[in-house]
């Protein structure tokens, strides 16, 4: 057989003979006893009739007898071993095929590679390919599709490359197949599966395919997958013909690289601009609930709801996971709930939806109970339900019942933590305040802990003040992610907390050398179906002024009751008018603001926020859920707020 490099599995066909020599039998075939008394002249027609019957074991038996088979029966007989998923009729129809002289035919060769495939036997789909001496674009193109299929993205590439050498031209189906598999590959060869991705698409451009739908609608697939959102959208908005699929691509690309805003207003746009026979299906859906699940984007996502149900979509399992989170995250946990509850066939996503859903709302017993449930229901959990569960006691601070899933893991349900696990552990132990117990099992890792378990640490240590162990985690990540501003951020969030002014300095400065930008605040509130976002550098919102004038008088008003602005998260020495000036331009006080001016009486106002709330916004939060009678929800990248009367459901934990 051929050397694998990398793959996802073994070359190996589970169910390959070991004595199975695909070779031409020396001498005359073997000489057939007949048994029929149909004529010579008249088997093909016969061969081809009892395939359509479905009658693959006589059709096998008259080739075996049939002396001058047609290009066409062969056709036939293996789409009939894929029908029946026989791989070894498919072995004795090759066979044959072998002794009739048909070994060095390419169309028979792309057939035979076609159905190996469909029979997962790549290996001898691959054998096919090897041995045939004059291979046609098509037979490049079978091969091609069979080992993308399979997740082969490296062997694809590596034969494209081949191809390239001979001179061999391509078509647009080799150059679907050559973007497919960068998008295959696996995730630690990015850089250089984002250079191949880079080289083909040049190829595309230089022989004139920039207006193949297929191909384009892969390039979006492509760098969507790499995060180039830009070079996606450009792409797509230079399609001159777009089909589902090409929207649906593009929609998820924005709902995957956190730019859920832009996703829906794509979707929108989809159902305006579009074709009348052109209704998204359910890789629509799961991506445009997504979107509504980042943005807290209740009424959208209750409209998508609607429309799944009058389309029938809601036997689709993917469709209704990304209900439930979608429900969970824009705060409407019971209708979550009752999604689940409804589902008369649940899949592992199902329950893991449901598991980080108690997690997010900080109801952690019920996501150990639910997680115990699908355990009984003889659901094996996997390593994402662990993530799930492990996060959900992180947040309510069950030390205790985290530590024994923790164990549970390798003892009962033999799988081996990752690091990911590891993160939780440590995040579950920091924010506890068991610094002592977080760094022990740092020490017993066996693999190198990495950013996130070190991220987890450091998270911990800005709860607690750890200025100390603060200092050794962040040394750490500045060696592990270099360019990551909010490391940095973090640090110097923990030295303005202990006061130590000087050290902010440094680290700002540190920053400033490298030429690091922190990530903006951003929120994002619905207000009448619309989603408004809205940042503290943001000047585009026309009701700016109006916001900004509101929160002053609004913060006059509340300190004069009380309110206390909290500066200390501002991490310049700088003095305290100013500061408060600073932390009242929060992007998610001015979604407050902009909520309370715009929402309806009584309505509960509903925002999501790309990064962490600060202490100020929280306090803020709660001191004006009863100052101004409302209900607030916030969603933060760890958790959810739900601000009433003057507390939040956090418990001040988060
Ligand atoms: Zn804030
Ligand atoms: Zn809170």
Redesign the pocket.
Known sequence: MYPVQTGPQTLQSPVAPTSFPLRRRRGPAAVHHSHSSVSKADRNPLIQSLCKKGQLKPAIHYLSLEQNPTQHTYEILLQSCVQHKSLLDAFDVHRKLIDDGFDQDPFLATKLINAYSELDSLQHARQVFDELPRRTIYVWNAIFRALCLSGYGEEVLSLYRRMNRIGMPSDRFTYTYALKACVVLDSDSLLRALGWGKEIHAHVLRHGYESHIHIMTTLVDMYGKFGYVESASRIFSAMPVKNLVSWTAMIACFAKNSRAFEALELFHRMILESEEDMLPNSVTMVSVLQACAALSALEQGKLIHGYILRKGLDSILPVMSALITMYARCGKLDLGERVFAQMDKRDIVAWNSMISGYGIHGLGLKAIAVFQEMVRQGVSPNSISFISVLGACSHSGLVEEGKSLFDSMVKVHGIRPSVEHYACMVDLLGRANRFDEAVKLIADLRDEPGPKVWGSLLGSCRIHCNVELAERASQRLFELEPKNAGNYVLLADIYAEARKWDEVKRVKKVLDAKGLQKVSGCCWIEVGRKIYSLNSVDELNPQIEQIHAFLVKLSEEMMDMGYMPETKVVLYDLDVEEKQRIVLGHSEKLAVAFGLINCSKGETIRISKNLR?CEDC?SFTKFISKFARREILVRDINRF?HFKDGE???R?Y?
């Open positions: 709330l929280h707020h939040c459901s956090c001040d988060w």
